[in-house]
């Protein structure tokens, strides 16, 4: 069975080992010290690991973070990271942006950095989130099949995916991945959503003295991305389709998925 969202509570129910019971809890979510890494120097990095996949198999720990930006990491977060193994960091900002706040892994040595601007330039902000989301889509499949190729890589994970915020353009692109190995979208959204309770709190430990610094009000609620999804699959028939018009494969989704999930045995 699907996972959906029952209850007050807005457990999210599924069917795992044949039993109908609680797989997640969103509002647990962000407080499990496993998914949202409080490094100094972020306020929204985050493991995608843990969430129920297609075929009996759940996402990964520890290999695909989401991230704010990495402009003002200090070498002990860095070092923190390069301990868990880091291998790769894919930058969805624009060019200004990495002209004016450069990644501190865009000249490294020991980390593969990749810049992969989503879109040309801030969109409009009358369009409105959902509209915004819907364009990455259509007009920026093939940067987002460069996103999916970069993980496909020799010794590419694990891997960050961010940008400034890692709100918007991370929480399409990381929606589509998850999408794309399985991940039912009511995860899918929660998963997005949780950028809100990142940034609801004084933020005091990392240390930042930009606009992410103190409490921040984000707009991020989980049916932007639930209808994003919707999208996706009316306008484009699914992620596997939109991937596979842009050159990532049946072979390479497969590839993706047995690098991103494991078997729940």
Known sequence: MSPTLTGSSSTIRGSVGG?????????????EPARHLRLAGTRNMRDIGGYPAAGGRRTRWRTLLRTDALDA????SQARLLDLGLRQVIDLRWPFELAELPSVFASSGAVRYRSIPLLD???APAEGLPHIYRRML??????????????????ALP???GCAGGIDRT??????????????????ATDYALSAACFATDGIDAGLDDW???TVEVNCLPEYMASTLEHLDLKHEGAASLLHRHGVGPADLAELVERLTMPLD
Do not use: F, H, K, Q
Not at 19 to 31: G, N, T
Not at 73 to 76: D, G, I, N, R, S
């Open 73 to 76: 990491l200090p070498t002990a």
């Open 19 to 31: 039993c109908d019971e609680p797989v997640m809890d969103p509002s647990a979510l962000v407080d």
């Open 159 to 161: 891997a960050i995916i």
């Open 171 to 188: 929480g399409v692109t990381i929606a589509l991945i998850l999408t794309a190995i399985g991940v039912p979208p009511e995860v899918v």
């Open 212 to 214: 992410r610094a103190g």
């Open 138 to 155: 259509d007009e920026r499949g093939g940067e987002l099949a460069a996103v999916v190729r970069a993980l496909l890589e020799d010794d």
């Open 121 to 123: 330039n801030p969109p």
